[in-house]
């Protein structure tokens, strides 16, 4: 299995964003069975929708919407209490990092279900012993 991030989504819908192109081609891999399954959450959903919606308009959401519709494979986790609550203790527990709520629940999501590699730009991940993918994405890790 494999993690996909907010950032790669954004990367993915996001015809202008630098990593569009990459992030398509890396997709392609994933949807080839390379890494296993892709699994994201409901919190890294919202904050894609949002994003997208706040810098792209409606459309790149629409787009998203209609790939999780149509993916036989992307496995969509929803972040419950305990998961919630572990998060919260996780960023609680690392003042020095700073990772946001959604990062945390997708940590503790990944450590929960096994998962070891995330398709990513978010450096946090890598800080948080996750092998972020693809390598190299040719820039600097930047934030969604």
Request: glycine share 4%.
């Amino acid at each position: 299995m494999i993690f996909v991030d907010t950032s790669a989504w954004y990367a993915l819908l996001a015809k202008n964003d630098v990593h569009h192109e990459e992030a398509e081609t890396f997709l392609r891999e994933i949807a080839q069975g390379r890494f296993g399954a892709p699994v994201t959450t409901d919190y890294v959903l919202d904050e894609a929708f949002t994003l997208l919606r706040m810098r792209q308009g409606i459309e790149p959401v629409r787009r998203l919407v209609d790939l999780l519709r149509r993916s036989p494979t992307v496995r969509r986790v929803r972040i419950g209490e305990t998961v919630f609550e572990a998060s919260v203790d996780l960023m609680l527990s690392h003042p020095d990092k700073t990772w946001s709520l959604t990062d945390c629940t997708s940590f503790v999501t990944m450590r929960e279900t096994g998962i070891a590699r995330a398709f990513t730009l978010d450096h946090n991940f890598a800080e948080a012993g996750f092998e972020v993918l693809p390598q190299p994405w040719g820039s600097a890790p930047r934030h969604a």
